[in-house]
T-cell receptor
Protein backbone atom coordinates (compact mmCIF):
# COMPACT_ATOMS: atom_id res chain seq x y z
CA UNK A 1 0.00 0.00 0.00
CA UNK A 2 0.88 3.66 -0.13
CA UNK A 3 3.19 5.02 2.54
CA UNK A 4 5.18 8.11 3.44
CA UNK A 5 8.46 8.25 5.33
CA UNK A 6 9.72 11.55 6.61
CA UNK A 7 12.74 12.71 8.50
CA UNK A 8 12.49 12.15 12.20
CA UNK A 9 12.70 15.09 14.50
CA UNK A 10 12.82 17.04 16.50
CA UNK A 11 14.70 19.66 14.53
CA UNK A 12 15.98 22.76 16.28
CA UNK A 13 17.26 25.71 14.29
CA UNK A 14 18.28 29.30 14.79
CA UNK A 15 16.35 32.08 13.10
CA UNK A 16 17.37 32.68 9.48
CA UNK A 17 18.81 29.16 9.16
CA UNK A 18 18.04 26.89 6.20
CA UNK A 19 15.46 24.18 6.79
CA UNK A 20 15.15 20.86 4.97
CA UNK A 21 12.76 18.09 5.92
CA UNK A 22 13.16 14.93 3.88
CA UNK A 23 10.14 13.00 2.66
CA UNK A 24 10.02 9.88 0.51
CA UNK A 25 6.99 7.92 -0.58
CA UNK A 26 5.82 4.59 -1.90
CA UNK A 27 2.74 4.50 -4.10
CA UNK A 28 1.16 2.16 -6.59
CA UNK A 29 -0.37 4.86 -8.75
CA UNK A 30 0.44 8.48 -9.55
CA UNK A 31 -0.12 10.27 -6.30
CA UNK A 32 -0.49 13.91 -5.41
CA UNK A 33 1.87 15.06 -2.69
CA UNK A 34 1.27 17.50 0.13
CA UNK A 35 2.92 19.21 3.04
CA UNK A 36 0.68 20.09 5.97
CA UNK A 37 1.69 22.18 8.97
CA UNK A 38 0.27 22.00 12.47
CA UNK A 39 0.84 24.89 14.85
CA UNK A 40 0.49 24.26 18.59
CA UNK A 41 -3.10 23.66 19.60
CA UNK A 42 -4.43 23.84 16.06
CA UNK A 43 -5.53 21.55 13.26
CA UNK A 44 -3.50 20.73 10.20
CA UNK A 45 -3.24 23.35 7.48
CA UNK A 46 -2.28 22.69 3.90
CA UNK A 47 1.09 24.32 3.29
CA UNK A 48 1.72 23.32 -0.33
CA UNK A 49 1.03 20.61 -2.84
CA UNK A 50 2.18 19.12 -6.16
CA UNK A 51 0.06 16.93 -8.38
CA UNK A 52 2.54 15.56 -10.93
CA UNK A 53 6.21 14.86 -11.46
CA UNK A 54 8.54 17.89 -11.53
CA UNK A 55 5.83 20.18 -10.15
CA UNK A 56 7.06 22.59 -7.50
CA UNK A 57 4.73 23.61 -4.72
CA UNK A 58 5.46 26.81 -2.84
CA UNK A 59 3.90 28.90 -0.11
CA UNK A 60 5.10 31.26 2.64
CA UNK A 61 8.71 30.82 1.55
CA UNK A 62 8.51 27.03 1.66
CA UNK A 63 9.12 24.93 -1.44
CA UNK A 64 8.99 21.26 -2.37
CA UNK A 65 9.52 19.57 -5.74
CA UNK A 66 7.85 16.34 -6.77
CA UNK A 67 10.70 14.03 -7.81
CA UNK A 68 9.36 10.85 -9.35
CA UNK A 69 12.80 9.38 -10.03
CA UNK A 70 13.73 9.51 -6.36
CA UNK A 71 10.14 9.24 -5.03
CA UNK A 72 10.78 12.28 -2.88
CA UNK A 73 9.11 15.53 -1.91
CA UNK A 74 11.55 17.31 0.40
CA UNK A 75 10.43 20.52 2.10
CA UNK A 76 12.81 23.50 2.14
CA UNK A 77 12.87 27.04 3.40
CA UNK A 78 15.80 29.34 2.99
CA UNK A 79 15.44 31.45 6.11
CA UNK A 80 13.21 30.29 8.93
CA UNK A 81 11.50 32.45 11.51
CA UNK A 82 10.38 31.74 15.05
CA UNK A 83 6.81 31.66 13.73
CA UNK A 84 7.70 28.60 11.60
CA UNK A 85 7.94 26.49 14.74
CA UNK A 86 5.39 23.73 14.18
CA UNK A 87 4.94 20.10 13.24
CA UNK A 88 5.23 19.38 9.52
CA UNK A 89 3.54 16.41 7.88
CA UNK A 90 4.27 15.01 4.45
CA UNK A 91 1.31 13.24 2.85
CA UNK A 92 0.13 11.68 -0.36
CA UNK A 93 -3.21 10.90 -1.92
CA UNK A 94 -3.75 8.44 -4.70
CA UNK A 95 -6.77 7.78 -6.85
CA UNK A 96 -6.07 4.07 -6.42
CA UNK A 97 -6.80 4.50 -2.72
CA UNK A 98 -9.81 6.75 -3.29
CA UNK A 99 -7.80 9.89 -2.59
CA UNK A 100 -7.37 9.10 1.10
CA UNK A 101 -4.39 10.83 2.64
CA UNK A 102 -1.44 8.78 3.85
CA UNK A 103 0.59 10.79 6.35
CA UNK A 104 4.15 10.64 7.49
CA UNK A 105 4.86 10.61 11.21
CA UNK A 106 5.45 14.36 11.37
CA UNK A 107 8.57 16.37 12.09
CA UNK A 108 8.66 18.85 14.96
CA UNK A 109 10.57 22.00 14.10
CA UNK A 110 11.60 24.54 16.71
CA UNK A 111 13.14 27.82 15.64
CA UNK A 112 15.03 29.80 18.27
CA UNK A 113 15.47 33.54 18.17
CA UNK B 1 -13.03 32.36 4.61
CA UNK B 2 -14.67 28.91 4.70
CA UNK B 3 -13.56 26.66 7.54
CA UNK B 4 -14.36 23.33 9.08
CA UNK B 5 -15.79 23.82 12.54
CA UNK B 6 -15.79 21.33 15.39
CA UNK B 7 -17.51 21.28 18.74
CA UNK B 8 -16.68 21.00 21.53
CA UNK B 9 -13.05 22.10 21.40
CA UNK B 10 -12.31 20.41 24.70
CA UNK B 11 -14.09 17.65 26.54
CA UNK B 12 -13.25 16.03 29.86
CA UNK B 13 -15.38 13.09 30.86
CA UNK B 14 -15.34 10.07 33.09
CA UNK B 15 -14.83 6.55 31.88
CA UNK B 16 -18.08 4.95 30.78
CA UNK B 17 -19.75 8.18 29.70
CA UNK B 18 -21.00 8.87 26.21
CA UNK B 19 -19.13 11.43 24.15
CA UNK B 20 -20.44 13.08 21.00
CA UNK B 21 -18.24 15.23 18.78
CA UNK B 22 -19.65 17.35 15.99
CA UNK B 23 -18.25 18.67 12.77
CA UNK B 24 -19.55 21.12 10.21
CA UNK B 25 -17.73 20.59 6.91
CA UNK B 26 -17.08 23.35 4.42
CA UNK B 27 -20.18 24.03 2.35
CA UNK B 28 -20.02 22.20 -0.97
CA UNK B 29 -17.46 19.63 0.11
CA UNK B 30 -18.61 16.09 -0.57
CA UNK B 31 -16.14 14.09 1.53
CA UNK B 32 -15.75 14.16 5.31
CA UNK B 33 -13.05 12.40 7.34
CA UNK B 34 -12.57 11.67 11.02
CA UNK B 35 -9.01 11.33 12.35
CA UNK B 36 -7.55 10.68 15.75
CA UNK B 37 -4.16 12.04 16.79
CA UNK B 38 -2.09 10.71 19.67
CA UNK B 39 1.57 10.97 20.53
CA UNK B 40 2.03 7.24 20.22
CA UNK B 41 0.07 6.50 17.04
CA UNK B 42 0.23 9.81 15.23
CA UNK B 43 -2.66 10.53 12.86
CA UNK B 44 -5.09 7.68 12.30
CA UNK B 45 -8.00 7.69 9.90
CA UNK B 46 -11.08 6.48 11.73
CA UNK B 47 -13.81 6.80 9.09
CA UNK B 48 -14.89 8.78 6.07
CA UNK B 49 -18.00 9.66 4.13
CA UNK B 50 -18.69 10.73 0.58
CA UNK B 51 -21.97 12.40 -0.26
CA UNK B 52 -23.01 11.45 3.29
CA UNK B 53 -22.56 7.72 2.66
CA UNK B 54 -20.05 5.91 4.88
CA UNK B 55 -17.25 4.49 2.76
CA UNK B 56 -14.79 3.13 5.27
CA UNK B 57 -14.91 2.88 9.03
CA UNK B 58 -12.31 0.16 9.41
CA UNK B 59 -10.16 2.42 11.56
CA UNK B 60 -12.74 2.64 14.32
CA UNK B 61 -13.26 0.28 17.23
CA UNK B 62 -16.66 -0.98 16.16
CA UNK B 63 -17.97 -1.89 19.56
CA UNK B 64 -17.82 1.63 20.98
CA UNK B 65 -17.38 4.13 18.15
CA UNK B 66 -19.96 5.23 15.63
CA UNK B 67 -19.89 7.92 12.95
CA UNK B 68 -22.83 9.41 11.09
CA UNK B 69 -23.76 12.22 8.75
CA UNK B 70 -27.38 13.09 9.43
CA UNK B 71 -27.20 15.83 6.82
CA UNK B 72 -24.67 17.52 4.54
CA UNK B 73 -23.81 20.15 7.15
CA UNK B 74 -23.20 17.86 10.12
CA UNK B 75 -21.00 14.88 10.86
CA UNK B 76 -20.90 13.24 14.27
CA UNK B 77 -18.52 10.88 16.02
CA UNK B 78 -19.82 9.13 19.09
CA UNK B 79 -18.02 7.05 21.68
CA UNK B 80 -20.10 4.93 24.04
CA UNK B 81 -18.83 3.94 26.52
CA UNK B 82 -15.66 6.03 26.62
CA UNK B 83 -12.40 4.66 28.00
CA UNK B 84 -9.17 6.36 29.11
CA UNK B 85 -7.38 5.03 26.02
CA UNK B 86 -9.74 7.13 23.88
CA UNK B 87 -8.03 10.28 25.16
CA UNK B 88 -6.73 12.02 22.05
CA UNK B 89 -7.38 14.91 19.70
CA UNK B 90 -10.08 14.13 17.17
CA UNK B 91 -10.00 15.99 13.89
CA UNK B 92 -12.62 16.33 11.23
CA UNK B 93 -11.56 17.22 7.69
CA UNK B 94 -13.52 17.87 4.53
CA UNK B 95 -12.71 17.99 0.84
CA UNK B 96 -14.17 18.05 -2.64
CA UNK B 97 -13.07 15.20 -4.88
CA UNK B 98 -11.85 16.49 -8.20
CA UNK B 99 -10.55 14.74 -11.27
CA UNK B 100 -6.86 14.94 -10.36
CA UNK B 101 -6.68 15.40 -6.64
CA UNK B 102 -8.11 17.36 -3.82
CA UNK B 103 -7.03 18.87 -0.56
CA UNK B 104 -8.42 18.08 2.81
CA UNK B 105 -9.22 20.97 5.10
CA UNK B 106 -8.97 20.26 8.78
CA UNK B 107 -10.97 21.57 11.68
CA UNK B 108 -9.33 22.75 14.91
CA UNK B 109 -9.98 19.44 16.64
CA UNK B 110 -11.69 18.23 19.80
CA UNK B 111 -9.32 17.43 22.63
CA UNK B 112 -10.87 14.56 24.57
CA UNK B 113 -9.70 13.52 28.01
CA UNK B 114 -11.28 10.46 29.58
CA UNK B 115 -10.50 9.99 33.26
Amino acid sequence: GDSVTQMEGPVTLSEEAFLTINCTYTATGYPSLFWYVQYPGEGLQLLLKATKADDKGSNKGFEATYRKETTSFHLEKGSVQVSDSAVYFCALSDQVDDYKLSFGAGTTVTVRA
Amino acid sequence: DARVTQTPRHKVTEMGQEVTMRCQPILGHNTVFWYRQTMMQGLELLAYFRNRAPLDDSGMPKDRFSAEMPDATLATLKIQPSEPRDSAVYFCASGLVRLVSYEQYFGPGTRLTVT
